[in-house]
């Protein structure tokens, strides 16, 4: 007995494929990686300003409370969220300038201390890690941004 012939779905069509792939080139990826810049900067000044000290003091924020307290942190990092999410707004200049020298020395603070905590054996490589990631990715759409692309 023979078997059925498979039926073709329309996955298997080439048409669609090349849709989706020109469907997924057409997605805005700096415009969604502003969008998780801005939401991660709006998102960290809530707890800084509201949760108790006990639960945003730790090895590898101790050294950044060092420099300035959780408020002065809290305003820093709302500037940011807000510059991040007018970015996704207007592109101009000003507007780019004012975002990227807010976000990128304020990731760069942080994350210093992160490493300073784990080169002193107290802090988390895993936070090291995450910081990096995260402001490495704003680091590359900032310049994407400020070329034009």
Same mark, same amino acid.
């Given at each position: 007995?023979?078997?059925?012939?498979?039926?073709?779905?329309? #996955?298997?069509?080439?048409?669609? $494929? $090349?849709?989706?792939?020109?469907? *997924?080139?057409?997605?805005?990826?700096?415009?969604?990686?502003?969008?998780?810049?801005? #939401?991660?900067?709006?998102?960290?000044?809530?707890?800084?300003? $509201?949760?108790?000290?006990?639960?945003?003091?730790?090895? !590898?924020?101790?050294?950044?409370?060092?420099?300035?307290?959780?408020?002065? *942190?809290? #305003?820093?990092?709302?500037?940011?969220?807000?510059?991040?999410?007018?970015?996704?707004?207007?592109?101009?200049?000003?507007?780019?300038?004012?975002? *990227?020298?807010?976000?990128?020395?304020?990731?760069?603070?942080? *994350?210093? #201390?992160?490493?300073?905590?784990?080169?002193? !054996?107290?802090?988390?490589?895993? !936070?090291?890690?995450?910081?990096?990631?995260?402001? !490495?990715?704003?680091?590359?759409?900032?310049?994407?941004?400020?070329?034009?692309?």
């Amino acid at each position: 007995m023979l078997a059925p012939m498979p039926q073709r779905s329309q #996955a298997d069509d080439p048409a669609v $494929l $090349l849709q989706a792939v020109k469907q *997924w080139r057409r997605f805005e990826w700096d415009r969604f990686l502003i969008g998780l810049c801005a #939401a991660f900067h709006l998102g960290v000044a809530v707890p800084m300003a $509201l949760a108790p000290m006990d639960q945003i003091l730790s090895a !590898g924020t101790a050294p950044v409370f060092a420099i300035a307290n959780r408020y002065v *942190w809290a #305003a820093a990092f709302l500037v940011a969220g807000i510059t991040s999410t007018a970015l996704l707004r207007w592109r101009t200049p000003a507007v780019q300038c004012l975002t *990227w020298f807010t976000v990128l020395p304020l990731g760069g603070l942080w *994350w210093t #201390a992160f490493v300073l905590a784990v080169l002193d !054996g107290r802090g988390s490589a895993i !936070g090291v890690v995450v910081w990096l990631t995260l402001y !490495g990715l704003f680091s590359v759409v900032a310049v994407r941004v400020a070329l034009g692309k």
